[in-house]
């Protein structure tokens, strides 16, 4: 019952750096997210997907690049790393964005990123 | 663009008291509303839902209604305990999922 699961948990990295977060989902979900949670500016979403091959920019995408390649992983990848971009990052899934079924998204436990 | 607005925290109440946070959201469309809960350490998780206008939406106490003519979705419970200290989320879902910053709820004995 692994729901949604995120690698790795914590990374330090230094500046310039480059490191890709694995967001897992075994729920057939279509819909796959990434957000950023920073004390004070709630969760702000980064990249999505709406389904497989696809993806979309969110709020705040620069400095950050996704792919989906298979329906049940999204990763996330950030080239340069800049200490702006420490943060603790949230994958999160679901079957449907819209409708009056299937639209709760489910949440990895999050990796917390710190870039020195 | 789709936005949530939130009540700034944090909100410090003790417990059986009634609790309140504010939600107010734009949209384009007639999106679905939500609450989530975050405790410390965790990933959010889903505390309850609304799909269309006057929905009420309920779960462990607490509830919220879809309010369309004044764009809001605010949260309420009737006597928090301990345990309901956490940081919750107003979201809306259109064509994705967006939030708001959040709003921090200590209850204390």
């Known amino acids: 019952n692994a729901g949604v699961t995120q690698t790795p948990k914590f990374r330090v990295l230094k500046t310039g750096q480059s490191m890709t977060l694995l967001c897992a989902q075994d729920?057939?979900?279509?819909?796959m997210y990434w957000y950023r949670q920073d004390p004070g500016m709630g969760l702000r979403l980064i990249h999505y997907?709406?389904?497989?091959?696809?993806?979309a920019k969110g709020e705040v995408p620069d400095g950050y690049n996704v792919s989906r390649l298979k329906k049940q992983n999204f990763l996330l990848g950030l080239e340069s790393a800049a200490p702006s971009q420490t943060s603790v990052y949230f994958c999160a899934s679901s079957l449907s964005a819209t409708g009056a079924v299937n639209t709760e998204a489910f949440f990895g436990q999050g990796t917390r990123l710190t870039v020195v | 663009g789709d936005s949530v607005t939130q009540m700034e925290g944090p909100v410090t109440l003790s417990e059986e008291a009634f609790l309140t946070i504010n939600c107010t959201y734009t949209?384009?469309?007639?999106?679905?509303l939500f609450w989530y809960v975050q405790y410390p350490g965790e990933g959010l998780q889903l505390l309850l839902k609304?799909?269309?206008?006057?929905d009420k939406g309920s779960n462990k106490g607490f509830e919220a209604t879809y309010r369309k003519e004044t764009t809001s979705f605010h949260l309420e419970k009737g006597s928090v305990q301990v345990s309901d200290s956490a940081v919750y989320f107003c979201a809306l879902s259109e064509s994705k999922l967006i939030f708001g910053t959040g709003t921090r709820l200590q209850v204390f004995p």
């Open positions: 949209a384009t469309g007639y999106p679905s």
């Open positions: 997907s709406v389904g497989e091959g696809t993806t």
């Open positions: 729920m057939n979900h279509e819909y």
């Open positions: 609304a799909t269309k206008a006057d």
